[in-house]
């Protein structure tokens, strides 16, 4: 019978596994990573900072968050709100099926699947503790590794940046937002930032 720590391990390895497979690829110290086994071990790096008592089944949706999301690529939506808002429905559907299956081989409950789901999907936001955690762990993720990035693909839509982190600073919880300000900005990131939460 699988050890609830070895099915746990495994688990890991078959996200970890599917993710290696992103032709994506992105420098992490000196090194090119396939882009979502980056971001997945980004999430549960900061995830431990953040929740050190975290559940099993919040580690995992944490690790699988965009399991294999290249696979559902933003051009094959509509260009315009409504295409965005599909895509991403879809994409939640997509990695809470492909995780839900890995489990499944793995000796979880439906319970513990359907718990997985349910935070990968972001059911029960602002109500259920783990997913606002789980919420406040992403945005933490894109302020610190992708935020600098997303300035400079928008540098003449500082409007609608500073529109983008004031939707995602009322996402998260105050514990959150206080971590945020925490983490080690660039000066315009910082500004930018600040600019937001004064709205």
């Known amino acids: 019978m699988t050890s609830s720590s070895n099915r746990f391990e495994k688990t890991i390895e078959a996200i970890d596994s599917l993710n290696s497979l992103d032709p994506h690829l992105e420098e992490s ?10 971001y997945s071990q980004r999430m549960t790096e900061t995830l431990n900072q953040y929740e050190p008592s975290a559940s099993e089944t919040l580690k995992i949706a944490a690790r699988a968050q965009h399991i294999q999301r290249w696979k559902i690529p933003r051009e094959s939506y509509p260009m315009d709100r409504k295409g965005y808002l599909l895509w991403r429905t879809e994409l939640k559907k997509f990695h809470g099926k492909l995780t839900a299956d890995i489990m499944a081989k793995h000796a979880y409950s439906e319970a513990e699947i359907k718990k997985v789901e349910d935070l990968i999907n972001k059911r029960r936001l602002k109500t259920d503790p783990e997913v606002q955690t789980l919420e406040d762990v992403i945005c933490l993720v894109f302020l610190r590794y992708y935020f600098d990035e997303f300035i400079q693909k928008h540098e003449e839509e500082q409007e609608k940046i500073v529109e983008i982190i004031h939707k995602t600073w009322k996402k998260m919880s105050p514990e959150g937002q206080e ?12 500004e930018l930032v600040s600019e937001a939460i004064d709205e």
Do not use: V
């Open 29 to 38: 110290n000196g090194s090119q990573i396939p882009k979502e086994l980056l």
């Open 179 to 190: 971590a945020a300000l925490k983490l080690p900005h660039s000066p315009k990131a910082l």
